[in-house]
C-alpha cells in the first residue's frame, strides 16, 4: 500500500509539474501580447481591419487603392472590423484582442480534443507542452505553425484563430461520431452536423491553409470512428459538407473556389523542404508514438491524421507544388499529441515497463531541447540586456514599425515604396502602389510591381518617374538611403521626415 501510494503522489506531482509548465509557457504568451511585436504578415491584417472599419460593406483592397475583393475579409476579421468600429479602439488594441480570443481558443480546443483520447489530468497541459516545443533545433517561424516562437509572432493572427476552431472542430466531430452516451447519439442529431459545417466553412474562410489542416483532421476523424458511422451519420454528415459548401459558395467578401489555382506561391513556400531535421526533427518522437497506437488500432485517428498530411506534404515537395507544404501542421500535430498521449499512459500506468516508459525518458529530453532553441522569446517581455548572453543571442528583434509616418501620412493617401515598408505601411491606413504580398484578385499587379521597380531604377529617365507619380496619385515617397528614384533636391519632393535606419518621408508636391 505504501508503494502505491507513492506512486499515486508522484504521479500527482508530474501531472502538476506539467500543468505549471504549460502554465508558464501561456503566461509568456499573454506577455507577449501585451507587447505584440510586429513581425511577418501583422500588416496585412491591422491593414484588414482599417478598411473594414471605414466600410464594413465595401471596403476594397487592403493594401492598394483598388476596388478589388480580398481573401483578408474572413468571418473573423469582419467581426473585428465591427469591433473596431463600433467601440473606437486603435487597430493594434483590437489585434491584441483578436490575439487573446485566438490563444482561448487554442488552449481551450487543445484540451477539447485531447480530452476525446485521453481523460488524465496531464493529458492537455502535457499535450500543449508538445505542441509549442516539439519542432527542431533550428528556429522556425510560419503562421499556422505552433511553435513557441512562431506563434508569439502570429498569435493574432487568422491563422491561430482558425487552428484554436479546429481543435474544437474536431473535438466535435469525434463526439457526434460516438454511438455510446446518450448526450451525442439522441439529443444531438441533426443540429451538430449543419453546425460542424458552418463551423468547418468558418475556418476555411479564416485561413484557407489551416482549413485544408481542418479538413484532413475531419476526415481523420471520420475514418477512424469506432464503430463505423451508422448510415443515419452519414446522411447527416453529407449535409453538414453541403451547408459548410454553401456558406463557402455564399460568402460575399471574396470567392473562396476563386482561390483555387489562382496565382503562383510554389517559391514562396519552396523554403518549407528545406532543413526538415533542423526545423521539425523533434517531432520524429511524435511519429515514433504512433506506431505503438497503429499496431493497437490500424485506424487509429492521430495515425489516419498523420498520414494524410505526410503523403500531401510529400507530394508537393515531388511534384514540385511546394505550396502544398503548408498542410505539415496535419503530420505534426498528431504525432506531437500522440506522444504526450503516450507518455500520460505510461505514467499512470507506472506498473508497466516498455515503450511508453522509453518515450516519456526521450519526450523530457526533446521539450528540454525544444524549449533550449526557442528561449529567444523571452526577448519579447525582457530587456535584452537583462537576459543571459546565450538566451540574447537567440533573441530576434521585431520590426519597428511606421507609427512615424502617421502625424503627417493620412487614411487613404497613397504611399510609394519598396516591398518591405509595403507589408507595414497600410497598416496605419495609407495604400501603397504596389502589395508587399502576392495579391491574386488584383488585376494590375505586375504592372504596379513593374511601376515601383522602375521609380527606383537607376537608369529611369525623371520623365517616366513623374509619370509614375501620377499615374498612381502617389502623395509620399518613402525610401531608404540608396535605394534611388528622383534626387532628394528635385522640386517634386519635399522632405518631411525621417525614420529608422535613415529612411526619409518625402512629400510629393505639384
Known sequence: MRVAGKAVIGRAAWAAAALVLALLLLVLLLLVIVRLPWAGDLGIHAATIERLRH?????????????????????????????AKVTGLGTFVVLRVAALVGLGL?????????????????APPLALLCLLLLWGPRLF???GFLGLNSLALTVSYPSTFALGLSFHFWALLRKALRSEGAEWS?????????LLGALWAVILLSHQFTGVVAS????????????WPSRGQLVRLVAGLALGLAVLAAWPYYSFFGLLGAGDLEQI???????????????????????????????????????LGAAMFAAGGLTGHYSWGRVLPAALIPAQLAVAIEVVEAVVEAGRAGVRRVFAGLLGVALLAGAWTQAGTLGYVVPRGALPDRVAAKYRAPWPGYHWLTPKVRYGDVVLAKTFPARQIPAYGPYTVAPG????????????VAAVRDYFAVSTPRTERLDI???????????????GGLRPDDPVLHRAGTGPKGQVLYEVRG
Not at 55 to 83: K, Q
Not at 106 to 122: C, I, K, P, Q
Open 55 to 83: 466600410d464594413l460593406v465595401d471596403p476594397g483592397n487592403p493594401l492598394v487603392d483598388a476596388d478589388t475583393p480580398s481573401p483578408y475579409y474572413s468571418p473573423w476579421m469582419l467581426l473585428l472590423g465591427c469591433l
Open 106 to 122: 487554442l488552449v481551450t480546443g487543445v484540451a477539447h480534443f485531447v480530452r476525446t483520447f485521453s481523460a488524465r489530468r496531464a
Open 216 to 227: 484532413f483532421g475531419a476526415l481523420a476523424m471520420v475514418l477512424g470512428a469506432r464503430p
Open 141 to 143: 517561424n510560419w503562421s
Open 437 to 448: 504580398y502576392p495579391d491574386f484578385f488584383l488585376p494590375d499587379q505586375e504592372e504596379r
Open 469 to 483: 507619380l501620377r499615374r498612381y496619385g502617389v502623395r509620399w515617397v518613402v525610401e531608404y538611403p540608396g535605394d
Open 269 to 307: 513556400h519552396r523554403s518549407l523542404y528545406r532543413h526538415l531535421l533542423p526545423h521539425f526533427g523533434l517531432a520524429l518522437i511524435g511519429v515514433a508514438a504512433l506506431v505503438p497506437r497503429w499496431r493497437r488500432d490500424r485506424r487509429d485517428p492521430l495515425v489516419l491524421f498523420f498520414l
Open 186 to 194: 439522441a439529443g444531438a442529431k441533426w443540429p451538430v452536423f449543419p
